[in-house]
C-alpha cells in the first residue's frame, strides 16, 4: 500500500496536510478538554450547597436528640428539628443534582467543542487520504496487468490533464491507436505521474 505520492512537491504537500490536520485535531481536543474543566468548574457550587446541607441537616439532628431527651417536652420540642433536618436533606439532593447537570453539561460542551470539528477534521482528511491509496493501488494494480503499459495510456488520454497527453505527442491518440511502444509508454508515464505512483525499477 503505497501512503504518499512518489513525487516529491505533492508528498510535501500530503506531509503538510497530514501535520496540519493533526495539529487542528490536537487544538480542537485541547479546546474541548478546556471547555469541559471550566463548566465542570461550575459543579463547586453544587458541592457547597451538599456541604451546607450536609451540615444544616447535622446541626439540627443533633439538636433534635438533645431535646428529644427533655422528659415530658421532647418529642413535641424536636419535631421543628426534625423538619428542619429534612430541609437540609433537600439541600444535600439540590447540590447533588446540580453537579450531576454540570457534569453532564462539561461533557456535552466538550464533545461539542473539541469532538465535533476533530471528528470533521479527520473525515475530511482521510476522505483524501484514502482516495490517494486507492488510486495509486489501482494504477500500480493496471502496471501489473498483461497490456497495463495500453490501459494506462488509456487512463491518460481520458484524463483530466489532456495538456500533458498533448506533450507526449501531437496526435496522442492516433500513435496510440497504431500501438506505438514510445507514446504508449510515455503516456503511460503520465498515467502513473498522475496518480503518484513511481515505475518500477
Given at each position: 500500500?503505497?501512503?504518499?505520492?512518489?513525487?516529491?512537491?505533492?508528498?510535501?504537500?500530503?506531509?503538510?496536510?497530514?501535520?496540519?490536520?493533526?495539529?487542528?485535531?490536537?487544538?480542537?481536543?485541547?479546546l474541548g478538554l478546556a471547555v469541559a474543566a471550566f463548566v465542570g468548574g461550575?459543579?463547586?457550587?453544587?458541592?457547597?450547597?451538599?456541604?451546607?446541607?450536609?451540615?444544616?441537616?447535622?446541626?439540627?439532628?443533633?439538636?433534635?436528640?438533645?431535646?428529644?431527651?427533655?422528659?415530658?417536652?421532647?418529642?413535641?420540642?424536636?419535631?421543628?428539628?426534625?423538619?428542619?433536618?429534612?430541609?437540609?436533606?433537600?439541600?444535600?439532593?439540590?447540590?447533588?443534582?446540580?453537579?450531576?447537570?454540570?457534569?453532564?453539561?462539561?461533557?456535552?460542551?466538550?464533545?461539542?467543542?473539541?469532538?465535533?470539528?476533530?471528528?470533521?477534521?479527520?473525515?475530511?482528511?482521510?476522505?483524501?487520504?484514502?482516495?490517494?491509496?486507492?488510486?495509486?493501488?489501482?494504477?500500480?494494480?493496471?502496471?501489473?496487468?498483461?497490456?497495463?503499459?495500453?490501459?494506462?495510456?488509456?487512463?491518460?488520454?481520458?484524463?483530466?490533464?489532456?495538456?500533458?497527453?498533448?506533450?507526449?505527442?501531437?496526435?496522442?491518440?492516433?500513435?496510440?491507436?497504431?500501438?506505438?511502444?514510445?507514446?504508449?509508454?510515455?503516456?503511460?508515464?503520465?498515467?502513473?505521474?498522475?496518480?503518484?505512483?513511481?515505475?518500477?525499477?
Open positions: 500500500m503505497q501512503i504518499y505520492s512518489a513525487s516529491n512537491a505533492v508528498r510535501a504537500r500530503q506531509v503538510a496536510g497530514d501535520v496540519v490536520a493533526v495539529g487542528l485535531v490536537v487544538v480542537f481536543v485541547a461550575l459543579a463547586e457550587l453544587g458541592r457547597q450547597i451538599e456541604e451546607a446541607g450536609a451540615g444544616f441537616q447535622g446541626t439540627m439532628d443533633d439538636a433534635s436528640r438533645v431535646l428529644g431527651g427533655i422528659p415530658l417536652l421532647g418529642g413535641a420540642a424536636s419535631a421543628p428539628f426534625d423538619g428542619a433536618a429534612g430541609a437540609g436533606q433537600t439541600l444535600v439532593d439540590a447540590g447533588r443534582q446540580q453537579q450531576d447537570d454540570v457534569g453532564r453539561a462539561a461533557l456535552v460542551a466538550g464533545l461539542l467543542v473539541g469532538g465535533l470539528p476533530s471528528t470533521v477534521v479527520l473525515w475530511v482528511w482521510l476522505r483524501g487520504r484514502v482516495a490517494f491509496v486507492r488510486r495509486a493501488s489501482s494504477v500500480r494494480g493496471l502496471l501489473a496487468l498483461p497490456g497495463g503499459e495500453d490501459l494506462l495510456a488509456l487512463r491518460a488520454l481520458t484524463g483530466r490533464d489532456a495538456r500533458a497527453a498533448l506533450a507526449v505527442s501531437p496526435d496522442p491518440v492516433a500513435s496510440w491507436r497504431a500501438g506505438d511502444p514510445v507514446v504508449v509508454r510515455r503516456l503511460a508515464d503520465v498515467a502513473l505521474r498522475e496518480a503518484g505512483v513511481a515505475r518500477p525499477r
